[in-house]
């Protein structure tokens, strides 16, 4: 989402200095399909998300700083079950290995292991091959309240409320596990959390899908800042590469595609549908943008019309 860029590039020219701290590994969930494994993560400063109790005041200073965080030149060890790896960083941080060999690991969740010690728990997700129906799902105004046609009302709830204390879109928790009980392992499906949102926020968006009991999912979120991968200006194309990766490394499986018309998912999920019109099952929208004028793509439902059958 374009608010980030400005409010990270903003506050990132007023950093001066910074002292020598201790390090972590802000490790991203991890995935293997059909075309192989990938991990990926950044090496920071270490950087304590808000607990769940701070005050707002705290939050902002809390967010804040993991916002202004830059990467570490360094070497990260990360393992899962018997697997370990090791990459150089260079001074962006960032890190990723994909490979085109499968891991001789059972379907389901692995936690995965880091030198220097993760932030927070991430796993390695491998989905059951007898699982046909998967998800693909925003996060802001999707399943967490952003008001993202606020752009101060947004910046507010980002920064200073702690992850467990941000307030949920109602009924989409129990709507996720309802639709992934039509796979015989529901808790080994293809789930993904495709956002803008930064990558620098992964550990909040992390704690909040937890406490609000939203099904374990692979978090997708953007590069934002110095050294990153993604254009500041894509927001359309960037999600669309996203989800194609994935329809390409789960070739068996059919998807769901949840979003809002805040911003652009519709016309996003459009494009995914006119070019991957068998592997998708359908789209619902969230509808924050009430302007009648706002443009609706045949094919596209209202969210309400499955949350009405949820009880």
């Not at 050294?227 to 998807?255: C, N, V, W």
């Amino acid at each position: 989402m374009r608010y980030w860029f400005l409010i990270i590039t903003m506050m990132t020219a007023t950093v001066a200095t910074r002292g020598q701290e201790q390090l972590q590994t802000v490790v991203d969930d991890a995935w293997q399909g059909a075309r192989g494994y990938h991990f990926s993560g950044r090496l920071t400063e270490i950087r304590s998300a808000p607990g769940k109790d701070s005050s707002r005041l705290s939050a902002l200073y809390r967010n804040t700083r993991m916002l202004l965080t830059s990467g570490e030149e360094g070497v990260v060890t990360w393992r899962v079950a018997l697997n370990e790896w090791s990459l150089r960083v260079d001074e962006h941080g960032y890190w990723e290995l994909a490979a085109s060999q499968a891991l001789d690991l059972a379907p389901g969740w692995h936690d995965i292991e880091s030198k220097p010690v993760a932030s927070t728990q991430a796993g390695l997700l491998i989905v059951d091959p007898r699982n046909q129906v998967g998800i693909i799902t925003d996060i802001d105004d999707t399943v967490l309240v952003s008001d993202v046609l606020s752009k101060r009302a947004l910046l507010k709830n980002s920064l200073t409320v702690p992850a467990e204390q941000r307030e949920a879109v109602a009924s989409m928790a129990a709507l996720y596990a309802h639709v992934l009980k039509a796979n015989p392992a529901p808790e080994s499906s293809a789930v993904f959390y495709v956002s803008s949102s930064p990558r620098q926020l992964t550990d909040n968006l992390r704690r909040f899908l937890r406490a609000n009991a939203f099904p374990r999912g692979v978090l997708q979120l953007k590069e934002v800042g110095s050294g990153s991968a993604d254009s500041m200006g894509e927001h359309e194309s960037y999600k669309i590469r996203r989800i194609e990766t994935i329809l390409a490394d789960f070739p068996q499986t059919k998807f769901y595609l949840f979003g809002d018309n805040g911003e652009h998912d519709p016309e996003i999920y459009n494009a995914i549908v006119t070019k991957y019109p068998d592997r998708i099952v359908g789209v619902w929208i969230h509808q924050v943008d009430l302007d009648i004028k706002r443009r609706v793509y045949p094919g596209q439902h209202d969210v309400k019309e499955l949350l009405g059958g949820e009880k």
